[in-house]
């Protein structure tokens, strides 16, 4: 879990964009992000996309990976035989994840903060609802994909995939304005765009997409909508596998 949530992330994603945007500082200072975003910390400004990246790929990997570890134990029918629900047992594997994260965000930061990140402390507690807007966000994808998984069962590929196009179009490693039109619309169409947007403007102070007031609302409308989604996704394919009766089966 530390490789998926820490060094994976790090190692793909964070340290080439920060040495190849350490490349191009222009007297120790990463100009073109100044002007993208509003803020020159460019370690700082990955760890926060790191930290994004990481709720995405735990959270979904944890609600996935009962579902697969059932199957492959033979447990699955069993656990969802229980008076829990299943909604609710993926629920908890998925908060379960999110705190796993949470935990792993925490080291992040610290390391960040030791290489010379410089973060903001002055609107700290804005950090609260961005994080409860993030668990929303990343449940609603573990739902759905969850869902996916019961109907597709070898599904784990599409899993890898998914985790890093949404992470890559967040913004995680680079300025999300630099990309052309439709790949900008699906973008923002994705709330971790709009939420790792509010974590970088309240503890970096960086220049938001859309004033304050307008980035929140896109922010939870998005994650609530993706929240929905989810769980409706995850209960049609839960009903149709216990239809079938192929909950265990791959």
Known sequence: MTNLLVFTPLSQMVLPALLLGAAFLVDGSAVGLQEHTGTSDLLGWLA?????????????????????GGRETGTLEFMWASPASPRLLALGA???????????????????????????????????????????????????????????????????????????FSGVAFPVTVLPGALLGFSQALPTTWILDLLRHVLLGGTLMQPWGMTWLIAIGESLLTLVVGVVIFGACARRVRRRGTVGQY
């Open 48 to 68: 926060l996309g790191m930290v994004v990246s990481s709720a995405l790929v735990g959270v979904v990997w944890t609600m996935t990976g009962d579902i697969s």
């Open 94 to 168: 998925g908060l379960t994840g999110f705190l796993l994260t949470f935990a792993a965000s925490l080291i992040i930061i610290g390391g960040a903060v030791a290489f010379g990140a410089r973060y903001s402390l002055a609107e700290i507690l804005w950090v609260v609802p961005i994080l409860f807007t993030l668990l929303a966000a990343t449940l609603g994808y573990g739902f759905a994909l969850s869902g996916l998984l019961l109907i597709f069962r070898e599904g784990e590929s599409i899993l890898d995939s998914f985790g890093s196009v949404v992470a890559v």
